[in-house]
Structures are given as C-alpha cells and as structure tokens.
C-alpha cells in the first residue's frame, strides 16, 4: 500500500483550527496514544535531572538518541514537555539542521519509520528527494565525449538536486503521528540558529574538507567561510538567514517553501548556479522548476518485514534498499548459528560478511524506485529466497567478489551473472531515535548527500541543498533498476529500523554512511542479538562493510583485532577510516531505555533519556 500525499493538499484551514488543541494535548500530556510504559521508580520520577551529553543513558520516561548534544536535548525538551515520539523527532530533525547543516536540512530528504504503541502498527514516509520532470535519463553523460560526468563535477552543480522532501515529511509525520504543531517544533531549531552553537572539531575539520567547493558558490562561502575560513573550535557559530526561513515556515506555512518565494529561489540557483568568476567548477545547470517544487509528495507505505532469531524487524522499503537488504542479509544469517565466543567469533564476522555481499548482489540488480521499476520486494523479503543464498555460502571460505545476484525463482544455488555495480552514494547523512513514555518509536535517517551537498546555499535562506541525484547510475542502462528517469526517486541505503519483540520495541537503529548504512545496522543488530554484546558495545565496536567487492572495507581497529582471524578464510581488507555513526536506542522487558550514540566517530554522539538513572 502506498499513499501519496502532496503538501499542497493539506488541510491549510484546519491547521489553524487544530493548534489550540495541540496545545492543550501537550499541556495534559495526554496525547491520544498508548498508555505510558511503566513508571520509574518514585525517586527518579520525583526530580527532572538535567543529564550530561553522554554518549550513552539509561532511565525511563523517553530516549533520544542523535549525532549532536544540542539536537538530543532539544528532543529530551519535547518529550519532558508530553510531546510524543513523532513530536520530538521532528524537533530533533529540525535542531540537527542547524548544527548538522553538512548532513541534513531543509533542502535535502530521508525516511521515517514510526511504531504507533496503541495500534502495533509501523508506518513509513518516504520522503526522498525526486528527479525533476524535464531531467533526461542522459542528463549526466557529458554531450561533448559521450562519457559520463566526472561525479566531483556533477556532485557541486545544479544536476545533482533533486526536490527537497524534508519538509514535507516533517509536516506529514505531525499530521499523522503526532500532538504538536509544525510551528511549536520548529521553535527550538530557530532559537538555536539565532543563538548560535559552539562550533567543535568535527565541523571545523567538514568546512575545510570542502572550502574549495563552498569558495567557488559565493553564497556558502559568505555563510560557511567568514573570512575566507571555517568557523574556529569553540567559536559561536550562528545563522540568522536560517533562523529567518524557519520562522517563516513556522508562521506561514509549508506553502511558502513549495509554492511561494523560496521554491521560486531554489528552482533558480539550481537552473543558474551562482559561482564566483575564478572557479574551476563546471557547475552544470540543473533542471529543476518551480512546478516541481509544488508537485512533490510524501509517500506512505507499508514498512519491510523479516522475522529473525524470534524478533520483528522492520525497515524501509524502497525507493530505500536499506529495508530489502538489511532484511535479506539477517535472513541469511538465519541458517546459521553465530556466537561472539573468542572460539567462534571470526566465523561469525566471516558469515556476516557474505551473507551481506550476497545481499547486496540481489540490491543492485533489483531495487529502484518502485513506481518505475518491478521491484520484486517480497521475494527479497522472502526466507526462502535467502536460503537459496545461504546455500552458496562456504562457512570456511570467502567467496569470489563481485558475487552474482540470484534469479527471482531461486530455490537451489543457482545464480546468473551481473557486472559489479559503482557506487555513488556518499558517506554522509544523519540519524535520530526516539521512543516515548508510551512506547511509541521513531527511527529517522535525513541527509543531504555528501557531506555539504551539492555545496550551493540558497541566497539568504541559510540552508544548503542536496546531491541526492548522484545516487542515480550515470549510464542509461536500461536494465539497470537505478537509471535517471523524470520524477524517480534515486535508491537510497539508508535503513531506519525498528524491532519489536512480543509486539513491543526493543531496539530503534540507524546510522549515516551512504551504502555502509546497510552494513553498519546489519552488524549493530548482529552485535547486540547474536555475539552479546550490550548496545553501547555494540555501537561502539569496530566495523567492516563488504558490499560485494572484491575488498571488504574495514576500520583501522576492525583490521587490528580481526584481520588475521579472518585471513584463513581468504577475506581481503582495505582501510577506511570510520564507518558510520550509529544513534540507537533499547528498551527492555522492564520498560528500562538505553539510548546509545557513538562515543567518538563524527566527534562522538549523544544519547539521553528523560529520567536517568545509574
């Protein structure tokens, strides 16, 4: 099932007649969902500590969990105050778009994964970026050579925009799940790009990676590079041009932004980059219209589901993969016993790392977005496709990279064969999760693509825009899933998930990492359900990604502490620096919420709940 819902449908009058009730939900704190968990002992339920930014809390009343201190306690603010899981991510979203601006924003999308506590249902909003309707499948092959654009060229151009879906999404989650208004949850994110935020190393150390590209558009540039350089450690950092265009968001409406001046704004710098006259940037015009600012939609489907090890786990359907593969590659693992024993630990990594290069074989051949392509997604989803797949695996040896994907009616080991598939998509992007005192849940994952998207920031509207139209294949390739087609959403990793055990969350997952993202949710799950260890353990573990390549790409101290375990196996390694940047969240029988961010990649996250305890 999936409902397309079109921002200029909305219910423009009843939204005024609807905010004094919202008010008067948050007031009660009685929002219309599921009773609250259990309460937390009278100790803790007697006081409101205000906690640290930990990289990881226990306690009970709420949880969030993101990449940024500000934008965690930004959601902890909303749920302390009766706000609802829906409520608190999209405030958390909006907050981690001021001091996220590289990753997440206004101008780029993501997808929404939500458990409803009273109905036991989990709904999805596929908020992703779409192609305009003028953009030509050969819309990146360069006409001169006949050749695809060198993707840093096309990365920082109007090309690679596609139409801006966060937005929308914030506005369809609250009209869908939650109690507060858009208005109220914007609030914070505005104050905090008034106020500023104290810039850290891991945002000085992103504007320098791209102070070539954000010199070369003079809008960035005058935003990002004060003085021709990044803001220093400790400084302030503030954007009052972004706190100008949420506030009239807030006041006016989602309107303004797809239908009034700003989608008139943004069509213009993607059709004409603004560019200072000494770049060496192409920075190709793109093909984006006012017309198809006004014509998006949010689509709302029916989550992925496997069960593993007794758990559900649902996930993103496409235009994601993240839910199809995430879900393939456990299905897989279904058919063999994993253990974190010292004895057995190696094989475990070893089949963790074919069943997902086997699942990635299956992605790259069969996954796009939906309304175009046949996505054969309950197939993907199905145990018996997988054991088709776990069959070809060795328990001993790796297999042969790039493996081939297997043909739709696999009921033995056979397979067909398919060229390796190049990856664009970038390792940026941002997560949140959240649960709420009634045990409702969001995973959340938005981005903007690269990190600084396309590099172009919108004349006095503090906010950059997306890339997201690289994730397409360059080559028109009609038997490829991921070709360029007007009004296509480009297949996305990113994999929000949520697994419910008996019905009720346990465990709300997601991560950055561009096609890593699908690894890095697999291995966490893998981590916590099968090897044992505690969810902060198994966030912070070391990582590897094998995405049916003939190398598995791993971190320094992954290579450090499994590399020669593995070597018997014939496992080749590469070396890349971090992987992912995982927030998650656990809740136990008892009601008892971990909320687990990363303690130091991309400079360390925060998890935070609303009562904490030791």
Known sequence: MVNVVHHSLRRRAALALAAPLMVGLAATGAPAVAQPLAAPPASIAAGRPTPPAPSTSTGYGGAVSSVDASASAVGLEVLRDGGNAADAAVATAAALGVTEPYSAGIGGGGYFVYYDALTGDVTTLDGRETAPAAMPSDAFIDPATGTPYPFAAAVSSGLSVGVPGTLATWEEALDRFGTESLRDMLKPAILLATKGFTVDQTFRDQTLANQQRFSAFPDTAE??????????????????????????????????????????????????????????????????????????????????????????????????????????????????????????????????????????????????????????????????????????????????????????????????????????????????SVVDQWGNAVAYTLTIEQTGGSGMTVPDRGFLLNNELTDFSFVPNPADPNIVEPGKRPRSSMSPTIVLDGGEVRYVVGSPGGSMIITTVTQVLVNRIDLGMALPDAVAAPRASQRNTAAVAAEPAFRAAYEAALAPYGHQFTTSAEIGAVAAIEVDADGLMTAAAEPLRRGGGTGLVVAPVD
Do not use: W
């Not at 990002?224 to 350089?229: A, C, R, T, V």
């Not at 093909?287 to 786990?313: C, I, K, N, S, W």
């Not at 069959?391 to 042969?400: F, G, K, L, N, R």
């Open 223 to 432: 935003l990002f590079l004060p003085n021709g350089d990044a803001p220093r450690v400790g400084s302030i950092f503030k954007n009052l041009d972004l706190a100008k265009t949420l506030r009239q968001i807030s006041l006016r409406g989602t309107e303004i932004f797809y239908e009034g001046p700003i989608a008139e704004e943004i069509a213009d710098v993607v059709q004409d980059p603004i560019t200072t006259p000494d770049t060496t940037l192409p920075a190709f015009p793109g093909f984006l219209t006012a017309d198809d600012m006004a014509g998006y939609g949010v689509l709302e489907q029916e989550p992925t589901h496997v069960e593993y090890r007794g758990l559900d786990v649902y996930g993103m359907a496409p235009s994601s993969s993240g839910g199809t593969t995430v879900g393939e590659s456990l299905n897989i693992l279904e058919n063999f016993d994993l253990s974190g024993s010292a004895e057995e630990v190696a094989r475990s990594l070893h089949l963790f790392l074919e069943a997902t290069a086997h699942a990635f074989a299956d992605r790259n051949a069969y996954v796009g977005d939906p309304a175009f392509v046949d996505v054969p997604t309950e197939v993907l989803l199905s145990q018996e496709f997988a054991d088709a797949r776990a069959c070809v695996i060795d328990p001993d040896a790796a297999s042969t990279k790039p493996v081939a994907p297997a043909p739709l009616d696999a009921a033995g080991c056979d397979a067909v064969a398919l060229g390796e598939h190049a990856d664009t998509e970038n390792i940026s992007t941002t997560h949140l």
